[in-house]
């Protein structure tokens, strides 16, 4: 797992340690000592911590003029024992919402289980972004992590599922990934306005 770098080819466009609104401006990184770690494993000194024991992330593109941010995700999301979503809310997107992001793009396809509780976080995120015309999207979710997160019920607020996994964004600049995320989104929700 330590060999598992965040996205790394958009930083000539943004760092979030050198954006002064981000909530994780400042901060440094130490290329050659492994601290955090997900169980017994470590993991890549370029994640970022939020507080959590299982879950880390990292900001690998944030658009302040159009109001969107991607996050990618690494390890266990942890609701039931370690309650992750308020750390990632609390920590992290209460941060940005306050700088007016109202879009959010998770890339999922390494967080390796998910465990639910209740949806309270995730229904007020999405009431915090939804009457602005924002929305949350989680990317290329494994199967069981999706499983899980539709028994917990999260399809109410989040969008995720097969219809947002195989995406292959990293050949694209963050715009084509808003657009292709964003088409997906829009036919979702038409989708269930027309019943």
Known sequence: MHDIEPYYRWR??????EDERSPFFGREYDEFRFTNRVYNYFIHPQWDEMGSDTLYLKVIYVDYELGYSIIEL?????????NDIMYLKRKVVD????EG???YILICENVFNFHGS????YEEWYEDVAEEGGWICLLNTLDHVSEEMRSTQLHHYVNFGPKFNGLNWRPHKPRGVLKMVEALVYGEQRRYLNG
């Open 12 to 17: 000539d466009a943004y760092v979030a340690a």
């Open 74 to 82: 690494i390890g266990e999301w942890n609701d039931c024992l370690a």
């Open 95 to 98: 941060y940005m919402r306050d």
């Open 101 to 103: 992001i109202i879009k």
């Open 118 to 121: 209740d949806d309270c976080y």
